[in-house]
């Protein structure tokens, strides 16, 4: 069983910053590519970004620039940095980690989402 918990969302005004965290728990040999990915209503799940184990990080063309992705494998728990927020970036922010567990192999699991609003 993997459990990723998500925290760090929520209201900002334009131009501000916030930081969201997740960590993953549970039976885990290894995790390998960690991300964070965003939902808005009627919208596709869109990826925002992701980053390798051994620190390779890849962004949405979107957020280059104003977001920059971390984790600490000692704590297993990933970050995402967002500053110079603007109100598109209005979304449920969700975190994504490929596991592998003795139990069940390689699997993508997901975090339950945390809501980030971008407004005045």
């Known amino acids: 069983q993997v459990q990723l918990v998500e925290s760090g969302g929520g209201l900002v005004q334009p131009g501000g910053s916030l930081r969201l965290s997740c960590a993953v728990s549970g039976d885990i040999f290894k995790i390998y590519t960690m991300g964070w990915y965003r939902q808005t209503p009627g919208k596709q799940r869109e990826l925002v970004a992701t980053i390798t184990n051994g620190g390779s990080t890849n962004y949405a063309d979107s957020v280059k620039g104003r977001f920059t992705i971390s984790r600490d494998n000692a704590k297993n728990t990933v970050y995402l940095q967002m500053n110079s927020q603007k109100p598109e970036d209005t979304a449920v922010y969700y975190c994504?980690?490929?596991?592998?567990?003795?139990?069940?192999?390689?699997?993508?699991?997901w975090g339950q989402g945390t809501q980030v609003t971008v407004s005045s």
């Open positions: 994504n980690a490929n596991v592998w567990t003795p139990m069940s192999g390689l699997k993508a699991y």
